[in-house]
């Protein structure tokens, strides 16, 4: 299946899910639980059709320096956090912090927290089809975390060239590694 045809199968999906906000707690709990690479860690501000982040951002806060991504035309620049940042509206109604805007490859977080549309058992990705987090990872080395609900888990994923895969998918129930 083409990837346009599967990222609107994945919205209608996603739009009927009703306990999201349990998914999301589940996951939240099954990140704590793994051995992460250390050092500083990007994570996306969610959407209400994405896994909230909310939870992983406050808790990578008392440990870690953590970064935000702000769009800047083609490409993601990162903004570091804490927990007075403030935050406006961005490119496609993001939530993103105000802040010096770092180079990824100037600041290379060592995880970073990945959102996705869908996403299979061979960790391949599905986003939402503007490729940041494709070019993203082509800039930085880094341990790349998707995080998804149950209903965006599928069959698979028709990959180009240019895909990167995830090392690790963090799903309510368990985590493909
Ligand atoms: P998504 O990853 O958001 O699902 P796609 O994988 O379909 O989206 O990629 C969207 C577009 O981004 C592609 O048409 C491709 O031209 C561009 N793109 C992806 N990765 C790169 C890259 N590393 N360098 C340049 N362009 C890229
Ligand atoms: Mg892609």
Redesign the pocket.
């Known amino acids: 299946m083409d990837?346009s045809l599967l990222r609107k199968e994945l919205r209608k999906k996603i739009a009927e899910i009703s306990d999201k906000s349990e998914q999301s707690q589940k996951i939240l709990a099954r990140l704590k639980e793994c051995d992460l690479p250390s050092g500083a860690v990007c994570v996306y501000k969610a959407l209400s059709s994405e896994v909230d982040t909310d939870g992983i951002i406050e808790y990578f806060l008392k440990t870690r320096e953590v970064y935000l991504p702000v769009v800047q035309g083609e490409d993601m620049m990162l903004v570091r956090i804490d927990m007075n940042t403030r935050f406006e509206k961005g490119a496609f109604n993001i939530d993103e912090p105000t802040g010096e805007r770092l180079k990824p490859e100037d600041v290379n977080p060592s995880v970073t927290v990945t959102p996705l549309l869908g996403a299979d058992g061979e960790r391949n990705?599905?986003?939402?089809?503007?490729?940041?987090?494709?070019?993203y990872f082509?800039k930085v080395n880094t341990y790349r975390i998707g995080v998804a609900f149950s209903e965006q888990l599928i069959d698979e994923v028709p990959c180009?060239k240019?895909?990167k895969k995830l090392d690790m998918l963090i799903l309510p129930d368990r985590i493909i590694k």
């Open positions: 990837k990705r599905l986003g939402k089809g503007k490729g940041y987090y494709d070019r082509d180009d240019w895909d």
